[in-house]
């Protein structure tokens, strides 16, 4: 099956290459290495949110990409809606719990505040 950039490449008698010249492929450190012992806290909070309950899982240690992605995931797992920025990861609604199994199921250490 040929890709667009083969067909690119065809197009102008030219080889294209698999990734971008000048970036290499670094191993991104997930968000489970990244914590490493550091205990993770989750919190509800309905202040500022027009009486909506939000859970809020805090301390991440790990990038913001590898937030995004653990977010991502959750989110996911849950069936709702969220954010993440500044090593905080939003849920739209009370998923403590959930929230805890999930990330213990993966390796962090959680607790419920």
Excluded: Y
């Excluded at 492929?25 to 914590?35: K, S």
């Excluded at 490493?36 to 949110?49: D, F, P, S, W, Y």
């Excluded at 996911?76 to 849920?91: D, K, M, N, P, V």
């Amino acid at each position: 099956m040929e890709d667009w950039k083969d067909k690119l490449g065809a197009a102008f008698g030219i080889t294209t290459p698999d990734e971008p010249q000048g970036q290499h492929n670094e191993p991104r450190i997930d968000a489970l290495t990244a914590q490493g012992k550091a205990m993770v806290n989750i919190v509800l909070e309905r202040k500022g949110r027009a009486g909506k309950q939000a859970t809020i899982i805090t301390d991440l240690l790990a990038d913001d990409e590898a937030v995004k992605d653990l977010a991502r995931a959750l989110k996911q797992h849950c069936g709702t809606g969220g954010s993440a920025r500044g090593g905080e990861i939003l849920l739209q609604g009370d998923f403590r719990n959930k929230a805890l199994q999930w990330l213990q199921q993966q390796g962090f250490k959680a607790r419920i505040i």
